[in-house]
């Protein structure tokens, strides 16, 4: 049984579209996140939802819009696509806060191309 | 935005040898410290965690952490090919940010045999 899965795994598209990725866990973690990884690997949080509450929404462009239906769901929406979104996005989840041991399972990426 | 600095690389080994991968960070009130594997095309997965000061061992990986000196470490004993990736230090500030995780640039390993 695949942990936190996320569809699709590519996503190619031209500028200005809108587009959907989306995550589910099966782990009955509470809190679920969302990364960018760009070209040089860095690897940086953009929001994070617990029990369905935004909670974490790290300066990005509000073209990106989070929304989490329950708590095992999280789908990150794009508006009007840049060239510079192109980059591989993670979904991961963790139990939640308090708990400063948390620990956090990534998905397997959605590679998003933008051209 | 912490600072999570690591050494780029890439550093490469002789199959059976010691790997040591370093990370300092800015924040002094960070609590929390991880080391991730990521191979290439795929996700991070973790590898080790580490909350307080001093050595913590699970099989052939060691981290060690110094909160005064705000360095972690990352020691791979008997290096094998398949521990080739890079490997992504992270911290957590704890706190009213709990869940932000804050990743180094990462650290690309080679074992040749």
């Known amino acids: 049984d695949t942990a936190v899965s996320q569809t699709p795994k590519y996503l190619v598209t031209q500028m200005g579209n809108d587009k959907s990725i989306k995550c589910e866990q099966n782990l009955g973690h509470d809190t679920m996140y969302w990364y960018k990884q760009d070209s040089k690997k860095f690897l940086k949080i953009m929001f994070s939802y617990n029990n369905k509450e935004l909670i974490i929404n790290e300066t990005v462009p509000n073209r990106f819009s989070p929304k989490s239906p329950d708590k095992a769901h999280l789908n990150l929406h794009i508006n009007s696509l840049e060239l510079g979104d192109s980059a591989v996005y993670f979904c991961a989840s963790s139990q939640g806060a308090p708990r400063y041991t948390d620990t956090q399972y990534f998905g397997p990426g959605t590679r998003l191309t933008v051209l | 935005q912490k600072e999570v600095e690591q050494n780029s690389g890439p550093l490469s080994v002789p199959e059976g040898a010691i790997a040591s991968l370093n990370c300092t960070y800015s924040?002094?009130?960070?609590?929390?410290f991880f080391w991730y594997r990521q191979y290439s095309g795929k996700s991070p997965e973790l590898i080790m965690s580490?909350?307080?000061?001093g050595d913590k061992e699970d099989g052939r990986f060691t981290a060690q952490l110094n909160k005064a000196s705000q360095y972690v470490s990352l020691l791979i004993r008997d290096s094998q090919p398949s521990d080739s990736a890079t490997y992504l230090c992270?911290?957590?500030?704890?706190?009213?940010?709990?869940?932000?995780?804050?990743f180094g640039r990462g650290t690309q390993l080679t074992v040749w045999p």
């Open positions: 992270a911290l957590s500030p704890g706190g009213s940010t709990l869940g932000r995780l804050y």
């Open positions: 580490i909350y307080s000061n």
């Open positions: 924040d002094r009130v960070s609590q929390s």
